[in-house]
Each structure stands twice: as structure tokens, then as C-alpha cells.
């Protein structure tokens, strides 16, 4: 072959552009990291990515599926590109029970818009009846992690915020414990739940509403959530789960988590019923909640035969009763005021 120079080149003949447009041949999924990674037919122009065209889908074909709303990627033209999900998508496709758990419900879809080749031929789509497959399924293997909570005690409400999505039906009560302090061992500054009700399921935040037994105790010891400097929250493995049954990452008692909210109780109480027995000469009182009996005025209670300020009243003169915190107060009647009730045949 005889060598040419630049200037006596040959030009084609005949030209034919690229117009062959690319195809994604397999993806990976892992959900530890948050990453796609997508193979392509051809080299892809990286600049053009568009993950927002990017849907994971349950089936092949299947309505149940999340379209990206944003995230980064690579941006090396080549025949790989990499996507990394951003966190409330990550969230969000957890937060999907069926479907990229494994390999059998991870499937994708895509728009055409996701990419083009360096002769700017857009990508094959491939439509949500016709779904691709993941090749290699990365599971989540990171425990979540509690990040922050806020405590309303105006509504008995904890709500918790988490690194990732959680189960809130995998919750387990007795695994929070509220403390006034770190590593508090005052019997009227820590308790561990028992009950209570959650508003959310699959969320990274959950919000948890205390049973009365545990709001009535809570109020009843006097050093514990109080305000946010007297508010401590430590958690063990056992109080929640994420979506692949990673358990939380234990808050220990000696640092716990300081509250980040904090709203205090400004309902007052409200006296529900009231008994009196003339033969045990005590007076009954239940309230709403738990009530401060250093509070307590014996003094201010008014009896009267009926409920129009037309009948017969009578104020007590005092009385004994046991000095705690409760919902209900019993108070043994003194002499004096049984002896004038029992005069009043009108009450």
C-alpha cells in the first residue's frame, strides 16, 4: 500500500451517519447505596442523561412503580453510566412493599428523553408493558438510624424522624425509654413505654401517640418531661425496623437523644366524675389526666343539689387525702363537712 499524505486524503465515497439509536441492555439495582447502573448498546453521550426518565416498576408489566424526580449521575460518555437515587426517592421506592425487594419485582422502564448517542439518536424506550429486568439486585442491608424527634405533650405525641423508611407496624413500645437526664436512675425521671398508636405505616417519620396508661404515668413523675432540657429518648434494637427487617440502631441510655421539639401541656385537666360514699365518709374525684396534688385546694369544692345555681350548695372545710400525682383523688371527708351533707337532705 502505497502511503498518502494529508493533503492527497481521500475523501468517502459514501457516507452513512450513525443513526442507530441506543438501547439499555441490562441495569443493576443496588438499594445499600442508592445506585443504578445502566448498560448501554452503544456509547452514550453522559451529558444528556435525564434520570427523570428512569421508572421502577414491580412486574414487567405492573401499575405499581416510581418514576425518579431528580439525582445525579456519571458523566463519562461510554457504554455505562451510573445513577445515584436521591434520598427521598430512595425512600419513596422502599416505602413500596412489592417491589425492589429482590429480583423477581424489580423491573424498569424508560423514556426516550433518558439519553442520547454522540450523533444525538435518543434512546430506545422501553414502556411499562414491556419492562427490563434487573440483572444484579443489591439488597438493603443498612440499619436506620434515629435521626431527630419531637414530644407534644399537649397531644401525647412523639414523632420520630428516621435516616430511611421504617415499618411502623414492626414497632415495639417497651424498646423507648424517656429520660429526664443521661443515664438517669431517678424513679420519677425515666420510663419506658407500654402502649400506644401509630399514625403512619411505611414513612420516615412516624408518629406515635401515647396510650393513657403511659401519658397519665408520664405526667405523674414530676422530673420527666418537663421541658426540652428535662426530655431524653434512648431506644434499643428492637424498637423499629426498616423495610428489609434491618433493626434500628440502638440510642444507648448513658447518651441519649435530647429532644428537638418540645411543647408542653397547656390543657387543663377536667373532672370527668366524681362518687360519694356516705359510709366509707370519702369524696372521689376523677380527672382527665394525671393532676399535681401540691395543687390540690380540698377547700374549693362546692357540692349542690343540683346543677342550676337555684339549689342548695355546700363547701367543704377541708379533708385528708394521699399527696400524689393521679388521675384520681380520693379525699376522706372530715366530720364537720359529713355531718352538715348528711343535714342537707336536698343533696
Known amino acids: 500500500i502505497v502511503p498518502s499524505t494529508n493533503s492527497a486524503a481521500q475523501g468517502a465515497s459514501v457516507f452513512i451517519a450513525d443513526n442507530t439509536s441506543p438501547s439499555v441492555v441490562l441495569w443493576n439495582l443496588d438499594v445499600n447505596t442508592g ?98 429486568q434487573v440483572t444484579n439486585f443489591t439488597m438493603d442491608t443498612t440499619s436506620p438510624m434515629l435521626v431527630s424527634y419531637d414530644l407534644d405533650m399537649n397531644s401525647d405525641l412523639l414523632s420520630l424522624t428516621f435516616s430511611e423508611t421504617v415499618n411502623a407496624s414492626s414497632i415495639i413500645y417497651s424498646a423507648f425509654t424517656l429520660l429526664s437526664r443521661p443515664n438517669s436512675t431517678n424513679p420519677f425521671g425515666v420510663y419506658t413505654l407500654t402502649c400506644g ?61 435530647e429532644v428537638t421539639l418540645y411543647n408542653s401541656d397547656f390543657t387543663p385537666p377536667r373532672l370527668v366524675s366524681f362518687d360519694i360514699n356516705l359510709s366509707s365518709n370519702q369524696l372521689t374525684l376523677t380527672f382527665s389526666e394525671t393532676v399535681n396534688i401540691l395543687t390540690f385546694m380540698v377547700e374549693d369544692i362546692m357540692l349542690q343539689s343540683s346543677n342550676v345555681s337555684t339549689g342548695v350548695f355546700y363547701f367543704l372545710t377541708g379533708g385528708s387525702y394521699a399527696l400524689a400525682n393521679s388521675t384520681v383523688i380520693t379525699v376522706n371527708l372530715t366530720v364537720t363537712d359529713l355531718n352538715q351533707i348528711k343535714r342537707m337532705a336536698t343533696l
Open 35 to 132: 445506585t443504578i447502573t445502566l448498560s448501554f448498546s452503544e456509547t452514550i453521550n453522559a451529558t444528556s442523561i435525564d434520570v427523570t426518565q428512569l421508572r421502577i416498576q414491580s412486574q414487567k408489566n405492573s401499575t405499581v412503580g416510581y418514576s425518579l424526580t431528580g439525582g445525579s449521575h456519571s458523566w463519562q460518555n461510554g457504554l455505562l453510566a451510573t445513577v445515584w437515587i436521591t434520598t427521598p426517592d430512595l425512600n419513596a421506592i422502599k416505602s413500596i412493599t412489592k417491589m425492589a425487594t429482590y429480583v423477581n419485582n424489580t423491573y424498569l422502564s424508560l423514556g426516550s428523553g433518558l439519553v442520547h448517542d454522540m450523533n444525538r439518536n435518543t434512546a430506545n424506550s422501553i414502556l411499562t408493558v414491556n419492562a427490563l
Open 197 to 257: 398508636t401509630s399514625s403512619t405505616l411505611y414513612s420516615t417519620v412516624v408518629n406515635l401517640t401515647f396510650c393513657k396508661v403511659d401519658s397519665d404515668t408520664i405526667r405523674r413523675l414530676y422530673d420527666l418531661a418537663r421541658a426540652d432540657n428535662s426530655t431524653f429518648l434512648s431506644i434499643t434494637t428492637r424498637a423499629m425496623q426498616d423495610m428489609n427487617r434491618n433493626p434500628v440502631v440502638a440510642i444507648n441510655t448513658t447518651v441519649p437523644e
